[in-house]
């Protein structure tokens, strides 16, 4: 049986060996290659999702979401919505409800890329935190939620890197990469655990020094 913890101590994720991405990373930085990529991403039946946006470190100033990542278990898709806008190809994959779409403060996020077109009603999506809270996890963070169910580390150190950069490193790649990957693999881990019963949340006040 699965012990998962209600709330993980975040003291114990800095000795967690890290986990990254390994599939192939394709970046969309034009409408050809929008069209192709969500041509590809039409044959998925789920899909983890999330999204970057430029860190503004002036109060009052404020930036659309630079990227959007979409990832299967074998390729990840980074749309810099920077350089392309929302072609419409993008709108219909999110509006789509052929394909689940699994993520991390998806209302955030689907609020913030309506700010980059109008009319944006995403459909078929899975909002991890609202999914661990009806098993009992406490947790809300992706890095949090992933150490306590795999024991593995993601790193944040990219986070607040410049997404509108001309060209993303390849540290920004794995990076963006790696959290849309992490939702898919958590959600299928997590569904597993719950049709299975194979789990047991471990309350605070279980934890004995």
């Given at each position: 049986m699965k012990e998962l913890y209600a709330q993980i101590d975040k003291s114990i994720i800095p000795n967690l060996p890290q986990f990254q991405f390994s599939g192939k990373i394709v970046v969309v930085q034009s409408a050809y290659e929008a069209e192709r990529a969500?041509?590809?991403?039409?044959?998925?039946?789920?899909?983890g999702i999330d999204t970057e946006t430029r860190p503004a470190f002036r109060k009052g100033v404020s930036h659309k979401v630079a990227l959007l990542q979409v990832?299967?278990?074998?390729?990840?898709?980074?749309?810099?919505l920077n350089h392309?806008?929302?072609?419409?190809?993008?709108?219909?994959?999110?509006?789509?409800?052929?394909?689940?779409?699994?993520?991390?403060?998806?209302?955030?996020?689907?609020?913030?890329?309506?700010?980059?077109?109008?009319?944006?009603?995403?459909?078929?999506?899975?909002?991890?935190?609202?999914?661990?809270?009806?098993?009992?996890?406490?947790?809300?963070?992706?890095q949090k939620l992933f150490a306590n169910v795999f024991h593995r580390r993601i790193s944040k150190s990219q986070q607040l890197s410049n997404?509108?950069?001309?060209?993303?490193?390849?540290?920004?790649?794995l990076y963006a990469a790696t959290d849309a990957y992490a939702c898919l693999v958590l959600y299928e881990e997590l569904e597993r655990l719950r049709k299975s019963g194979d789990y047991r949340i471990i309350e605070n006040e279980d934890i004995t020094s």
């Open positions: 969500v041509r590809s991403l039409r044959s998925a039946e789920i899909v990832s299967t278990r074998h390729v990840c898709f980074l749309f810099r392309i806008g929302m072609p419409k190809c993008v709108q219909e994959l999110l509006m789509s409800p052929s394909i689940m779409k699994v993520g991390l403060s998806l209302n955030d996020d689907f609020r913030q890329l309506s700010q980059r077109v109008e009319n944006l009603s995403p459909m078929s999506y899975v909002e991890l935190q609202d999914y661990v809270s009806e098993m009992g996890i406490k947790d809300k963070s992706l997404w509108e950069a001309d060209v993303l490193v390849e540290k920004q790649k």
